[in-house]
């Protein structure tokens, strides 16, 4: 049995001209091939003062439509995403919340249709996206920046810290700030997010260890595994897994969604220490 569709644009300019001719509606709903009492209402309920006219006859049934049409999103629940939005709030974030807390489902995908529609209406809420970049294809998988000395593949890390369901496995980045200053060494644990943010004089491999071991060191029970980017300021791994006593892995270079909540979490401190004041972070 073919299902009921809204009569088109076509199939009305087609009624008008099978109706002029003389054609009764019966010839005109096997012509067409519609149904004999879609064609009686169609002619019923969109003709005007002048007789049944297809453009006339389409714009009657589309607002009709329209003003049946009820938001499944009420106004105040776009208040609400957009007070967050001003806030800083991710689409991930304002949905996750808005569920949990106050029973309202808007999907992430839906709240970025939101932004965007917002921006071609000249609006600003796409402003307080994290990331506004435009992703930037790279052409090959080369890496010119040398090689780290044992270096231990992620391919070799076991399949638990995948899972997520363990306290200790951490992962490793730096935010860097002007060329040659201060840098933050960010370490996120992977299963219940906790942070730890550090500040080293510079990008040396020397200065981001001795941050590593400073931090890390007191909570050295609850690191078993650090998983690093392929940054040279990593170099002496070797040195922070001896004295952590924990093992030490890379990720593959240009993909950082293998280290994706820290690659999260440093947008976050991006957003509040851009590299202009990495340098002024005095308490860690």
Same mark, same amino acid.
């Given at each position: 049995?073919?299902? &009921?569709?809204?009569?088109?644009?076509?199939?009305?300019?087609?009624?008008?001209?099978?109706?002029?001719?003389?054609?009764?509606?019966?010839?005109?709903?096997?012509?067409?091939?519609?149904?004999?009492?879609?064609?009686?209402?169609?002619?019923?309920?969109?003709?005007?003062?002048?007789?049944?006219?297809?453009?006339?006859?389409?714009?009657?049934?589309?607002?009709?439509?329209? @003003?049946?049409?009820?938001?499944?999103?009420?106004?105040?629940?776009?208040?609400?995403?957009?007070?967050?939005?001003?806030?800083?709030? @991710?689409?991930?974030?304002?949905?996750?919340?808005?569920?949990?807390?106050?029973?309202?489902?808007?999907?992430?995908?839906?709240?970025?249709?939101?932004?965007?529609? +917002?921006?071609?209406?000249?609006?600003?809420?796409?402003?307080?996206?994290?990331?506004?970049?435009?992703?930037?294809?790279? &052409? #090959?998988?080369?890496?010119?920046?040398?090689?780290?000395?044992?270096?231990?593949?992620? +391919?070799?890390?076991?399949?638990?810290?995948?899972?997520?369901?363990?306290? #200790?496995?951490?992962?490793?980045?730096?935010?860097?700030?002007?060329?040659?200053?201060?840098?933050?060494?960010?370490?996120?644990?992977?299963?219940?997010?906790?942070?730890?943010?550090?500040?080293?004089?510079?990008?040396?491999?020397?200065?981001?260890?001795?941050?590593?071991?400073?931090?890390?060191?007191?909570?050295?029970?609850?690191?078993?595994?650090?998983?690093?980017?392929?940054?040279?300021?990593?170099?002496?791994?070797?040195?922070?897994?001896?004295?952590?006593?924990? +093992?030490?892995?890379?990720?593959?270079?240009?993909?950082?969604?293998?280290?994706?909540?820290?690659?999260?979490?440093?947008?976050?401190?991006?957003?509040?220490?851009?590299? #202009?004041?990495?340098?002024?972070?005095?308490?860690?």
């Amino acid at each position: 049995m073919r299902r &009921y569709t809204q009569l088109t644009r076509e199939e009305r300019y087609q009624i008008y001209a099978l109706n002029a001719a003389g054609h009764h509606q019966a010839e005109i709903a096997r012509i067409i091939g519609r149904h004999k009492s879609t064609i009686g209402r169609e002619i019923c309920r969109n003709k005007g003062l002048r007789g049944y006219r297809p453009k006339q006859a389409h714009a009657f049934a589309s607002i009709r439509r329209q @003003s049946k049409y009820t938001a499944r999103i009420k106004s105040d629940a776009w208040d609400r995403v957009e007070q967050l939005l001003h806030e800083d709030w @991710s689409p991930e974030q304002i949905s996750n919340w808005l569920r949990r807390e106050e029973n309202i489902r808007i999907s992430h995908e839906w709240i970025y249709r939101y932004i965007l529609k +917002d921006r071609q209406q000249g609006g600003e809420l796409h402003t307080h996206l994290r990331c506004r970049k435009k992703r930037k294809k790279r &052409y #090959g998988s080369y890496d010119c920046r040398g090689q780290i000395k044992g270096r231990i593949t992620i +391919d070799e890390r076991p399949d638990v810290v995948n899972k997520r369901c363990r306290d #200790g496995d951490w992962e490793v980045d730096t935010v860097i700030g002007k060329q040659g200053s201060a840098v933050l060494v960010t370490i996120v644990e992977r299963r219940t997010s906790y942070s730890v943010v550090a500040k080293a004089a510079d990008k040396s491999a020397s200065c981001v260890r001795d941050s590593i071991l400073k931090h890390m060191g007191p909570i050295s029970f609850q690191v078993k595994t650090l998983t690093y980017d392929n940054g040279k300021e990593f170099a002496l791994h070797q040195q922070i897994a001896e004295k952590l006593n924990a +093992d030490g892995y890379f990720a593959h270079p240009y993909h950082s969604w293998e280290r994706a909540l820290n690659e999260n979490t440093n947008g976050l401190i991006r957003r509040y220490f851009p590299k #202009g004041k990495v340098h002024s972070y005095k308490k860690v």
